[in-house]
């Protein structure tokens, strides 16, 4: 199995990567797997201009007209059979590295539109080129009383969007210093688990 590891957060050995570690290490107890992981902010990854040649007009070109290390990736994104999504909350959301990187993924969707009978465009259903790979997400934060619902949210239904099957998600709360996570047992125990359902789990 190939799994991406993608890190959003720019923080080496940070809590962020050491959960998504921790993915990895479940995946590999009971699979052969290989593993590409990053740091997003270690690609030269160009902001999306917001053109949106790649997937408008429908059926877009899809590609990128951007020619940085994202080509790349977008390769590997497609050859790949699962994904580990890792952020940090930042402002209550994911990086805005991460963000960057899930709109330089819009090539990978087109999008079916209907049309009324005067080509008004009433609706669109969106088609992956990833659909149906596995992925998992993997949340830190500070804060540690309120596990913010937003941060959740915009992963989750960005990897949705992309129809990526969800194994499941960490978050882990109350890691302002770099090595806060190693102290959170549960949660390392939890992304272990994670990684374990990610390599051989169905019917999420
Ligand atoms: C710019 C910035 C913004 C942050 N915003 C939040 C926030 O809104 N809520 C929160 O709970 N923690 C916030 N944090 C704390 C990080 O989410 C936390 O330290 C996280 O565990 C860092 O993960 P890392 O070690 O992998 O980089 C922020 C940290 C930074 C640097």
């Not at 994911?94 to 465009?121: C, I, Q, S």
């Not at 659909?131 to 949210?153: N, R, T, Y």
């Not at 990897?159 to 390392?188: C, H, M, P, T, Y």
């Amino acid at each position: 199995m190939k799994l991406m590891a993608v890190i959003g957060s720019p923080r080496k050995g940070g809590n962020t990567e050491q959960l998504v570690d921790r993915v990895i290490a479940g995946c590999r107890s009971t699979a052969q797997v290989e593993v590409e992981k990053f740091f997003v902010t270690d690609k030269h990854i160009e902001y999306c201009n917001g053109c949106l040649t790649c997937t408008f007009p429908p059926p877009g070109t899809g590609t990128c007209v951007i020619k940085d290390d994202m080509d790349e990736l977008l390769e590997h994104i497609k050859e790949s059979d699962a994904f580990i999504f890792g952020t940090p909350n930042y402002m209550r959301t994911v990086t805005p590295a991460l963000l960057n990187f899930l709109a330089r993924m819009l090539p990978l969707l087109t999008y079916k539109v209907e049309y009324d009978g005067k080509g008004n465009m009433i609706g669109a259903e969106g088609i992956s080129k990833i659909q149906d790979k596995k992925a998992a997400m993997v949340i830190s934060q500070g804060d540690p009383f309120f596990s913010s619902p937003l941060v959740h949210m915009v992963l989750e239904r960005n990897l949705r969007d992309f129809r990526l099957k969800l194994a499941g998600d960490v978050i882990s709360l109350g890691n302002l210093d770099k090595q806060s996570v190693a102290e959170r047992a549960e949660d390392l125990q939890k992304a272990f688990e994670l990684g374990v359902k990610l390599a051989i789990g169905s019917g999420f």
